[in-house]
């Protein structure tokens, strides 16, 4: 079916079925593999980016907020008396890495350290309550150091902390010390301290890490990229090839992942709408055959119409013609001839009532007289109309009848129904041979069986008996055709009714023959 283009021909027109054309490109896959690494990459390179941009400040940052949660902590127990204060400074230098100092300012422009966590520094008890230290050397803060605080003391001294980057005068423009300086009270302060030894460097070593980091993401990213996005790009395929059947119309291949996504819920709609139009196609093709058939039935309508008119008027022309020319000599061949014109007269007439009666019956608007009547009743006195031409053909009649049976139908339908059967039945046994007529109730309804004795149907004719002119031309005798019509007509009234009808072979060791038989259901107050 991928192979060969479906194509469907509808009243003579010949419909293609031709897949799209797909152009090959680049994969879905290999596109989102792309779309993953290049994703890392920036975040990578950004990454780097920040890092070099901003990793100084975010430190100094983050140290400025932790220098002043220890300024706090300090100053808590710097107010009460008695406090080791210096080995507090030392075990915050031992947990921090920062340099802490306690500063006395001895005039405007000189500071002297009374308490550091360096060990050189040594805490002397004060004397009293009102001396916290001793007098120690005098010792200064680093110039830079000591600039940073001359140059901010009215900031300090307004409670305002201060913190700054100071870089240190005797060593490159890359070593400085964070440097965060407070008051304690009236006379001291507190500094800390924590050297930054080559930032840059720092920072270049962390980038290349970072950098080793990311090729090596990158690397591990296209290899888990390829396998997930085939597995992901796998149904995609998948659809895409059931699309193509689709496209010539072959609607037998189904998605069945299970990935519960959005592939999914694409896949299902897919399988809808193969499942829709297999069932469109199927029914557009059983219309067409049965327009194919209609057209042939058609076809042989007009045929039967023809030669049916055709055979009469030849013969009324040909006896006419004969008499006209005075070729019939004797008074009983004038009457023979007149006989003979009469006759397919009446039968042209006849053939022309049942034309337009099949037609009328085939109308939406023909209307059926519904009452109850007795069936058996009707059925006996078509019989006894029929008796001579039984007798005549020395037809043995055989009836198996209830006393009565009231159905619920258009009587005289019902009537031109058993007529047409029986006359069937009639024209097609031989003499000596037997008609059996046989009612009997049956899945709520009537069943009324006409069975004549003779030879059997051959079974391909048999589901085509009910066309019209079909028995005429092809299924029995010719010399033993009606109008070839009747049996339309039988069916035509028999669906009318809401019943069924047909005609079966009966091929037993005792008997050979055909039946036709016709069902009518018991309905009350129908609606026509």
Not at 116 to 133: G, V
Not at 288 to 313: D, W, Y
Not at 325 to 334: N, V
Request: net charge negative; with cysteine.
């Amino acid at each position: 079916m991928d192979k060969e283009l479906r194509q469907l021909e509808v009243g003579g027109i010949i419909i293609k079925a031709k897949g799209p054309k797909i152009k090959h490109s680049q994969s879905i896959a290999t596109k989102l593999s792309l779309s993953i690494v290049a994703i890392i990459i920036t975040i990578v390179v950004l990454i780097l980016i920040a890092n070099s941009l901003f990793l100084g400040d975010y430190y100094a940052s983050k140290n400025k907020t932790i220098f002043y949660q220890e300024y706090e902590e300090i100053q808590s127990v710097f107010e009460i008396p008695n406090q080791d204060i210096l080995e507090i400074l030392r075990e915050k230098d031992k947990t921090t890495g920062s340099l802490f100092y306690i500063i006395e300012k001895s005039d405007p422009f000189f500071f002297r350290i009374v308490l550091s966590s360096i060990p050189n520094f040594l805490a002397i008890e004060p004397p009293s309550p009102n001396q916290r230290f001793m007098e120690p050397p005098l010792v200064e803060l680093p110039g830079e150091q000591f600039e940073f605080i001359k140059d901010n003391i009215d900031s300090i001294d307004s409670g305002e902390p201060l913190f700054a980057r100071v870089h240190r005068q005797m060593s490159g423009d890359n070593e400085f010390d964070l440097v965060f300086a407070s008051k304690l009270d009236s006379n001291y302060y507190l500094v800390i301290v924590r050297p930054v030894e080559q930032l840059d460097e720092l920072t270049s070593i962390t980038n290349q890490f970072l950098l080793i980091i990311g090729l090596l993401s990158i690397l591990l990213s296209i290899v888990i990229s390829r396998i997930s996005a085939s597995s992901i790009v796998k149904p995609i395929k998948e659809i895409t090839k059931i699309s193509g059947y689709i496209a010539n119309l072959d609607f037998t291949h189904k998605y069945n992942g299970h990935s519960h996504d959005e592939i999914e819920t694409l896949g299902n709609s897919i399988n809808k709408i193969s499942s829709q139009l297999d069932s469109y196609m199927k029914e557009l093709e059983d219309a067409n055959k049965k327009l194919k058939i209609e057209m042939a039935l058609q076809k042989r309508f007009f045929a039967g119409v023809s030669h049916e008119f055709k055979t009469p008027i030849g013969l009324i022309r040909g006896y006419s013609e004969s008499l006209e020319l005075g070729l019939a000599k004797s008074p009983e061949e004038i009457a023979e001839f007149s006989h003979i014109i009469l006759d397919e007269t009446d039968r042209l007439n006849h053939f022309v009532s049942d034309i337009l009666f099949l037609v009328k019956s085939e109308s939406t608007e023909f209307v059926l007289n519904f009452k109850t009547f007795d069936l058996i009743n009707l059925l006996e006195n078509i019989v006894e109309k029929n008796s001579n031409i039984i007798s005549n053909k020395h037809i043995i009649f055989l009836k198996k009848l209830p006393q009565s049976v009231s159905i619920h139908a258009d009587e005289i339908r019902i009537s031109q129904i058993i007529e047409n059967l029986l006359n069937n039945a009639i024209r097609h046994t031989k003499p000596n041979k037997k008609i059996i007529l046989k009612v009997f109730l049956e899945n709520n309804g009537v069943n009324i069986d006409i069975i004549n004795e003779g030879k059997n149907i051959e079974s391909k004719h048999l589901k085509n008996l009910f066309e019209p002119f079909y028995s005429a031309f092809e299924s029995r005798d010719k010399t033993n055709s009606g109008t070839g019509l009747g049996l339309s007509i039988v069916r035509n009234l028999v669906d009318k009714h809401k019943g069924k009808c047909g005609i079966e072979n009966i091929n037993t060791p005792n008997f050979e023959g055909v039946k036709a038989f016709v069902w009518l259901p018991f309905l009350e107050n129908m609606d026509n």
